[in-house]
């Protein structure tokens, strides 16, 4: 059977993407590294919907903890492989670089970037061996334009759209896709300490996105529809930057 990994699926947009990828069809495995209620009410959500999940928790940032966790799934699930992956988990540590202390360089970098990395590459080989595949990079408007007091978070998601453009071209031959989707504002648990009502005044349609808009863009990514779209970054943000 195939699944779908969502990473940082217990809550905001990841857990949009996993009722959306689960509508699909697909089983759900969701990630998560500190929320455990918060995964359990997303796998009741997808249940609920007549979905199947898992929860498979671990810390994206952490090499041996990924390994661990997917040989131990992959040891229960000998005949299924993860068709779709999306390298969902990431954080915020905004200052102004002047301030920036190494531990807020590196967490954000660790997160999106090495969890984008070490993920990817347990789970390439299953794909390429069943030449089928979806990876799906949530990078962010941050990491087009820049954003200033996020210069960790830009510099990360900049990185990673870089890596979703060389993998799409490396594995496109075995019929395996890398896009990248990129966020403006999104009304989440990580943009709730900002000031929308002056923020949207900049988006020319005028609101916050919800999560359940970039899920839709996730599950067109993850369809069958969606072959021959690789090495691709679409910005989903009201028109804030096109
Ligand atoms: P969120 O509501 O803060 O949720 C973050 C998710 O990531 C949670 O499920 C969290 O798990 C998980 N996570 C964080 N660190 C992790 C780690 N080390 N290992 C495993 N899981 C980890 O964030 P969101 O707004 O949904 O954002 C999702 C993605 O979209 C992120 O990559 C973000 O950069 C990107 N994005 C968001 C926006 C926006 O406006 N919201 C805009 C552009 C891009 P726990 O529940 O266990 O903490």
Redesign the pocket.
């Known amino acids: 059977m195939e699944y779908a990994l969502v990473?940082?699926?217990?809550?905001?947009?990841?857990?949009a993407i996993c009722l959306r990828l689960a509508e699909m069809g697909f089983p759900v495995l969701i990630?998560?590294?500190?929320?455990?209620a918060?995964?359990l009410e997303t796998q009741k959500m997808v249940e609920d919907k007549g979905g199947k999940a898992e929860l498979l928790?671990?810390?994206?940032?952490?090499v041996g903890a990924i390994e661990k966790a997917l040989e131990q799934w992959q040891d229960r699930h000998t005949e299924d492989f993860v068709s779709v992956l999306v390298n969902?988990?990431?954080?915020?540590q905004d200052t102004m670089m002047i301030f920036m202390q190494n531990e807020q360089w590196n967490d954000v970098l660790?997160?999106?970037l090495d969890?984008f990395f070490y993920v990817t590459r347990y789970l390439l080989k299953g794909m390429i061996m069943h030449r089928k595949g979806r990876i799906i990079n949530?990078?962010?408007?941050?990491g087009i334009k820049g954003l200033p007091g996020q210069v960790n978070?830009s510099a990360a998601?900049a990185a990673l759209i870089g890596a979703t453009k060389a993998l799409a071209q490396e594995i496109a031959s075995r019929k395996i896709t890398v896009n990248a989707v990129?966020?403006?504002?999104?009304?989440?648990?990580?943009?709730k300490d900002l000031d929308e009502d002056s923020l949207k005044k900049m988006i020319p349609v005028g609101r916050?996105?919800q999560?359940e808009e970039?899920a839709a863009l996730v599950g067109f990514l993850a369809s069958p529809q969606s072959a021959y779209i690789t090495g691709e970054v679409i910005s989903i943000n009201g028109g804030l930057y096109t």
């Open positions: 990473t940082g699926g217990s809550r905001g947009i990841g857990r990630n998560y590294a500190h929320n455990e918060a995964a928790p671990f810390d994206v940032s952490d969902n988990a990431g954080i915020r660790k997160t999106s969890g949530m990078v962010s408007l941050s978070y998601k990129a966020p403006g504002f999104i009304a989440t648990d990580m943009t916050f996105g999560p970039v």
